[in-house]
């Protein structure tokens, strides 16, 4: 399984920016995928759940009516819109493959995989 994020980078408070997941090595397409990111100095926050097409989606209540999750399983890739940035939302951001289709978990051992992460700084 492989996962590859990107997309993240230096943005204003207010700001946007959309990540991307390029997955491999399993069925995509049949699998629920999920966001979770990690700040400085704080533990991993799980953020999003999606089912296998964009019709089910789960949000932490930090970024719900904020973030956007979705995919494409023609690519095989998974996005996170994040939308009304703040400071309190630099972190890593890293997409990765549940165990469990309901789960909220942050720990590594309730994942399939997560990716590498993708930086997201939000400064002026």
């Known amino acids: 399984i492989q996962l590859v994020e990107s997309g993240g980078g230096l943005v204003q408070p207010g700001g946007s920016l959309t990540l991307s997941c390029v997955t491999s090595?399993?069925?995509?397409?049949?699998?629920?995928m999920s966001w979770v990111r990690q700040g400085p100095g704080k533990g991993v926050e799980w953020l999003s759940r999606i089912g296998y097409d964009n019709s089910v989606t789960h949000y932490a209540d930090s970024v719900r009516g904020r973030f956007v999750i979705s995919r494409d399983n023609s690519k095989n890739t998974l996005y996170l819109r994040l939308n009304r940035l703040n400071t309190e939302d630099t972190a890593m951001y890293y997409c990765a493959k549940p165990k469990s289709r309901s789960s909220t978990s942050v720990a590594r051992a309730d994942y399939f995989a997560w990716g590498q992460g993708t930086q997201v700084t939000v400064s002026s």
């Open positions: 090595g399993f069925d995509f397409g049949d699998s629920y």
